[in-house]
């Protein structure tokens, strides 16, 4: 976690378009509980911490390094910085509170870091090291760079070095005349890390150097070292065989300070356990710092795979406002990403290993979310309601964005809805296909009505007499006056006349008898002239007669199908191939499929 808040960071911070490893870090110190200690392993906490050094070198450098091995026919198993693999071995645990300084003189560079308080608090590099001697050495004396190194090498058991030069002509030279010559490079590099040590240091000496590496070999380094820094000579020493004397080679090998680094990259191996490995990823190779628990979503993250195209992706859902409450229908959910790692089926957390293979196919988006009024828990599909003593079923509507639509309608993102609950007695006439005289009176629960009174729920509705006309004047002829009497008595005495509105079956509502009309003289409800009609209903034909015209939810009266009792998901009703709406007109011909649908 610490290092991958580090290579964030590091990333906020880096504005060039390389791609950064990181190939070491070390850990400064640890916290327990908001206090330092020492090490966390085996304690009980509530919270543990630690501050943190982490290097990141470029992709082309790790590249490179990893190329060079594999040409020489091996595998790179670790990698770490020289100063974190040398100071692991050169300076103990216990010397760390002191204030020392390590630096591992290499051939291009020389690492660099400090200790103190018990810990490793800095590191460092300058880009000079041995190979600066030896290319001045090649130079003056006309040898190959290899043969350059070789005297180099001699002149640290011996006082005169033989060689030979371009020309193929045997040469001898001093010791004394190799170190004149390399004395102004020795001490220049000397400079620069003492210089390195106190910007480290905060501007101040260390108490101590140790050096390792081939270049600190060379007489004269030390002593330079220690003028720069302003210590005594005894203070900056080589450190080889005696922090090695641990180490068991199963060959000969000398223990000295050339050994010290490569010591301690192996150590970090077994300490570490991590490497770079290399993985094929939907035909990329790519390359994962290895932790020891890679798996597929590792790959996909640095191959900037899409996180959401691993994980199945809803539909667009559908959010909309039922009686002012919000609302929403989710989408379906897609198929999930494809996975095969060597061939075989895998998921994202499946472990990977070096030169694994790797296919991912993006998950899929499922459907858009779908519900029509039907399905909404607040609609109930019919209302009840009697009408002259017979029991009608009216099929519920909402109003949607302020017009009215049936079950049957698919609500869509945004849409506004309020249930209605209620009928007006001039909607029930709609519905009946009924035509009242303006003298025909009409009642809610015996309460005089007018077109735009609701009718809810069990409410019972009734028509039928002509209103009373209120007498103007005095009539003096008897029979008159009787005659007005015994209207009188049988409008007290409820004696009214229903006209022959039909009754309702278990299916739906029977419209008006064809005899309707003869009663439009009477004041009672009246029609146009009936026409019969013919159309398709689920492949079989079916005549509708009776009416003028004819609306979609009358062929109800003539199927087999019970509205009342829910079968399906969703109730599909088709006219001519499209959705229909219960109110919609019907033709001679026309082709309806009535269906539930799961």
Known sequence: ?????????????????????????????????????????????????????????????????????????????????????????????????????????????????????????????????????????????????????????????KDVVEYKDIMGLPQKVSKEDILNLIAPQIDEEAKLVAEKFKEL???????????????GTVEGYTNKLSEHLGIIAERVAVRGEEVLNRIVYKTEAEKNSRMVTPVGICLNYYEQGSNFIYVTFNDERIKLYDGGNLAVVDAAMHASFPNEGL???????????????????????????????????????????????????????GEAGHITLAELPEFKAVIKVNVNGSRILLPEFAEVNGEIKTGFYEIEDGDEIEMRDYYTVKEVKEFMDVILDDDV??????????????????????????????????????????????????????????????????????????????????????????RNIIVQVNGKSITLTGKSKYVFVDVFDHIDFDLSQVRGSKLITDLNGKSAEYMQELSSGDIIEVRWEN
């Open 1 to 157: 976690m610490g290092i991958e808040k580090a290579y964030e960071q590091f990333q906020n911070d880096n504005d060039t378009e390389l791609k950064f490893y990181c190939v070491g870090n070390s850990v400064i110190r640890y916290y327990m509980n908001g206090y330092q200690i020492g090490a966390v392993e085996e304690h009980k906490a509530h919270s543990i911490g630690c501050d943190m050094i982490a290097t990141f070198l470029p992709d082309d450098v790790v590249d490179g390094l990893y190329r060079s091995v594999e040409l020489a026919g091996l595998r790179v198993v670790n990698m770490t910085l020289e100063p974190i693999a040398a100071i692991s071995v050169a300076i103990p645990e216990n010397y760390r509170m002191l204030n020392i300084g390590l630096v591992d003189v290499g051939a291009g560079t020389s690492d660099i870091c400090i200790t103190r308080d018990g810990c490793v608090v800095a590191y460092g590099m300058i880009p000079v090291a041995g190979d600066a001697m030896t290319e001045i050495i090649a130079k003056n004396y006309l040898v190959d760079f290899n043969t350059a190194e070789e005297i180099k090498c001699g002149i640290s058991d």
């Open 201 to 215: 240091n905060g501007g101040k000496p260390v108490s101590a150097v140790f050096v390792v590496g081939g270049g």
């Open 311 to 365: 994980f199945p992706k809803r539909g667009p859902a559908v959010n909309y406002t039922i009686n002012g409450r919000s609302a929403i229908k989710r989408g379906v959910p897609g198929d999930p990403a494809v996975i095969k790692v060597g061939g075989k089926d895998a998921d994202m957390h499946t472990p990977i290993r070096a030169n694994d293979v790797i296919e991912v196919k993006e998950s899929t988006e």
């Open 441 to 530: 009176q009409v009642t809610v629960n015996n309460e005089p009505a007018d077109d735009d009174t609701k009718v809810y729920e069990n409410f019972s509705i009734k028509w039928g007499l002509k209103k009373q006309e209120p007498v103007k004047e005095p009539v003096s002829d008897t029979a008159d006056e009787d005659y007005d009497k015994d209207s009188d008595e049988a409008f007290n005495g409820d004696s009214w006349e229903d006209l022959p509105d039909g009754d309702a079956d278990e299916e739906g509502v029977k419209r008006p008898a064809g005899d309707a009309s003869e009663d439009k003289g009477d004041g009672g409800a009246s029609s146009d002239i009936q």
